[in-house]
């Protein structure tokens, strides 16, 4: 009796716990897609912040942002179904029926779990709050403040055990201040009140207001992902044919080099000569004058150009000459209407989807400074990042470039000093030129020495195969040979020995997998004696 009793109870008290405990309930429309925005009020930046998502106001002005990962919008059409949409959300939270009714200090090491939290009056975090799932990522933590609310200098918001930051929701009934760097987690919503965020502030979620200003100074804000938000895939990436065989490329225009370039794929020019670059250091075939492989080439870059130009943009970044500054972006296309100048480094975030796409479209020239960085994170990945410049590229000394270069009649000079492009560089018309540049990843579709079956060396003693290799190749003597034993050794384009093996068996497999991408050099000597050379490749 008291079993069933206790079952009874316990199954009227889950029937009683707001739906939110368990799973999302919070709607908040378009405004979602908002990192800032305010009904009424403006909404304005100083320093410099990241910002991904769109940014705006329904009454008023978005003031000295820098380039937004998305879109902003002021008094318009978006701006008001988003001023619709937040006052639901808000009036959602407002009505949800408390679950708990902490103490208005949170924080100082204290570990929650989902609910709904009400604090009466002014409320304040300090230091570290956990909030815990207990394993369920549609738990939903929401705190309603019925006063301002104030975090202190570096307070922290933890999410452990499946909770997630798009599943956390602050209503605040006054203004929200943020002491600096501050971690902050979840949607905030202030009502008829300010939200001011202070230099280093973090924010994972979003900061709305019906009716106050926003005001963000050197801070980073993005909003959540997860909650049924769309998986980011970006565009179709264009069809690079015959042209993903080469690392640089001219269809009008010389093709040129000066000092040590390490090259993976072929080099050449359909209109011009190609000049300066060692083979022994380019793991494919460099095109000294026009041929039936550069004619197909330069076709194929025009249709690459001409469906990488009508492609529809996603988001205008306003500010060229800003470009860069530690700014992320996600898997969409940008647009820069007009010349950009790229100083420091570039975040491409693919927030966990490998075979995400990335187009940026330069309606002018693209200069970088020294030491710029196009940086990949959270599985993006060089190969399907993409850009198209009008006008010439000048990528400056010890950059890291990544992405396939579409230059239409500009020239691509110069690819400078100690500059390492993970990619492709190609250009419609002009000339291109490297100085001492090492390129890392258009695939080896022809190998000077390396015939159809991978087979390096034929006629010598020794068969390698495959080559180009992946973990592993294999070494075969000829079945006519007198050498018994010989020392195989590799070395890197540096000089430096990267393997030193005895070949007695036959075949010998060699595992090479530690190996990075790139070229590689090597001898086999038997006794005092040079058998053989020559020049493998790790794709």
Same mark, same amino acid.
């Given at each position: 009796?008291?079993?069933?009793?206790?079952?009874?109870?316990?199954?009227?008290?889950?029937?009683?716990?707001?739906?939110?405990?368990?799973?999302?309930?919070?709607?908040?429309?378009?405004?979602?897609?908002?990192?800032?925005?305010?009904?009424?009020?403006?909404?304005?930046?100083?320093?410099?912040?990241?910002?991904?998502?769109?940014?705006?106001?329904?009454?008023?002005?978005?003031?000295?942002?820098?380039?937004?990962?998305?879109?902003?919008?002021?008094?318009?059409?978006?701006?008001?179904?988003?001023?619709?949409?937040?006052?639901?959300?808000?009036n959602n939270l407002n009505s949800a029926i408390p679950t708990f009714f902490p103490a208005p200090l949170l924080g100082n090491g204290t570990t929650?779990?989902?609910?709904?939290?009400?604090?009466?009056?002014?409320?304040?975090?300090?230091?570290?709050?956990?909030?815990?799932?207990?394993?369920?990522?549609?738990?939903?933590?929401?705190?309603?403040?019925? *006063?301002?609310?104030?975090?202190?200098?570096?307070?922290?918001?933890?999410?452990?055990?499946?909770?997630?930051?798009?599943?956390?929701?602050?209503?605040?009934?006054?203004?929200?201040?943020?002491?600096?760097?501050?971690?902050?987690?979840?949607?905030?919503?202030?009502?008829?009140?300010?939200?001011?965020?202070?230099?280093?502030?973090?924010?994972?979620?979003?900061?709305?207001? @019906?009716?106050?200003?926003?005001?963000?100074?050197?801070?980073?804000?993005?909003?959540?992902?997860?909650?049924?938000?769309?998986?980011?895939?970006?565009?179709?990436?264009?069809?690079?044919? @015959?042209?993903?065989?080469?690392?640089?490329?001219?269809?009008?225009?010389?093709?040129?080099?000066? *000092?040590?370039?390490?090259?993976m794929g072929d080099v050449g020019t359909n209109a011009g000569s190609t000049t300066g670059f060692d083979q022994l250091l380019v793991g494919g075939?460099?095109?000294?004058?026009?041929?039936?492989?550069?004619?197909?080439?330069?076709?194929?870059?025009?249709?690459?150009?001409?469906?990488?130009?009508?492609?529809?943009?996603?988001?205008?970044?306003?500010?060229?000459?800003?470009?860069?500054?530690?700014?992320?972006?996600?898997?969409?296309?940008?647009?820069?209407?007009?010349?950009?100048?790229?100083?420091?480094?570039?975040?491409?975030?693919?927030? *966990?989807?490998?075979?995400?796409?990335?187009?940026?479209?330069?309606?002018?020239?693209?200069?970088?400074?020294?030491?710029?960085?196009?940086?990949?994170?959270?599985?993006?990945?060089?190969?399907?990042?993409?850009?198209?410049?009008?006008?010439?590229?000048?990528?400056?000394?010890?950059?890291?470039?990544?992405?396939?270069?579409?230059?239409?009649?500009?020239?691509?000079?110069?690819?400078?000093?100690?500059?390492?492009?993970?990619?492709?560089?190609?250009? @419609?018309?002009?000339?291109?030129?490297?100085?001492?540049?090492?390129?890392?990843?258009?695939?080896?579709?022809?190998?000077?020495?390396?015939?159809?079956?991978?087979?390096?060396?034929?006629?010598?003693?020794?068969?390698?195969?495959?080559?180009?290799?992946?973990?592993?190749? @294999?070494?075969?003597?000829?079945?006519?040979?007198?050498?018994?034993?010989?020392?195989?050794?590799?070395?890197?384009?540096?000089?430096?020995?990267?393997?030193?093996?005895?070949?007695?068996?036959?075949?010998?497999?060699?595992?090479?997998?530690?190996?990075?991408?790139?070229?590689?050099?090597?001898?086999?000597?038997?006794?005092?004696?040079?058998i053989q050379s020559g020049k493998l490749i790790s794709q």
């Amino acid at each position: 009796m008291k079993t069933n009793l206790l079952t009874t109870l316990t199954a009227v008290l889950l029937l009683l716990i707001p739906n939110a405990i368990f799973g999302q309930s919070i709607n908040l429309g378009t405004a979602a897609n908002f990192a800032l925005f305010s009904t009424n009020g403006a909404v304005s930046n100083t320093g410099i912040s990241q910002v991904t998502g769109n940014v705006g106001t329904n009454n008023g002005s978005s003031t000295a942002f820098g380039n937004v990962n998305g879109v902003m919008h002021d008094n318009d059409g978006s701006s008001a179904q988003c001023a619709a949409d937040l006052l639901l959300a808000y009036n959602n939270l407002n009505s949800a029926i408390p679950t708990f009714f902490p103490a208005p200090l949170l924080g100082n090491g204290t570990t929650l779990v989902p609910g709904i939290y009400s604090i009466t009056g002014a409320a304040t975090l300090n230091l570290g709050l956990t909030l815990d799932a207990n394993n369920n990522p549609n738990a939903e933590f929401i705190f309603q403040i019925s *006063g301002s609310f104030s975090t202190g200098a570096e307070s922290k918001i933890h999410l452990i055990r499946g909770a997630k930051a798009c599943n956390v929701y602050w209503k605040v009934e006054g203004l929200v201040s943020m002491a600096p760097g501050t971690s902050m987690k979840g949607t905030v919503i202030a009502n008829n009140a300010a939200i001011i965020m202070a230099t280093r502030d973090t924010l994972e979620g979003r900061a709305l207001s @019906t009716a106050g200003a926003v005001t963000i100074n050197g801070v980073l804000v993005y909003t959540p992902v997860g909650c049924g938000s769309p998986t980011l895939a970006g565009p179709t990436a264009p069809d690079l044919a @015959t042209l993903k065989c080469y690392t640089l490329f001219s269809s009008t225009g010389s093709v040129t080099n000066t *000092g040590i370039s390490t090259l993976m794929g072929d080099v050449g020019t359909n209109a011009g000569s190609t000049t300066g670059f060692d083979q022994l250091l380019v793991g494919g075939a460099i095109h000294p004058i026009p041929d039936l492989s550069t004619a197909q080439a330069a076709a194929d870059l025009l249709n690459i150009y001409n469906y990488l130009n009508v492609l529809p943009y996603d988001i205008e970044l306003l500010y060229r000459a800003q470009f860069g500054r530690n700014l992320v972006l996600t898997p969409h296309t940008y647009i820069m209407k007009g010349a950009a100048t790229f100083t420091d480094s570039l975040y491409l975030n693919a927030q *966990g989807n490998a075979d995400a796409v990335f187009v940026i479209k330069v309606n002018g020239a693209l200069a970088t400074s020294t030491y710029s960085k196009v940086l990949l994170i959270n599985g993006a990945q060089a190969k399907n990042v993409y850009w198209k410049v009008e006008g010439a590229v000048s990528i400056n000394n010890y950059s890291v470039f990544c992405g396939t270069i579409v230059s239409n009649n500009g020239a691509l000079g110069a690819i400078n000093t100690g500059v390492t492009l993970n990619g492709r560089a190609f250009t @419609t018309a002009g000339a291109l030129t490297s100085a001492s540049i090492t390129s890392t990843m258009a695939a080896v579709c022809s190998t000077t020495g390396i015939n159809s079956t991978g087979i390096e060396n034929p006629v010598g003693e020794l068969a390698i195969a495959p080559n180009p290799f992946g973990a592993f190749t @294999t070494i075969r003597l000829k079945a006519d040979s007198e050498i018994k034993n010989c020392e195989f050794k590799m070395y890197n384009t540096l000089g430096k020995m990267v393997l030193n093996t005895i070949i007695h068996n036959q075949p010998t497999t060699l595992d090479l997998s530690r190996l990075q991408s790139g070229i590689y050099f090597y001898t086999a000597v038997s006794g005092s004696k040079v058998i053989q050379s020559g020049k493998l490749i790790s794709q």
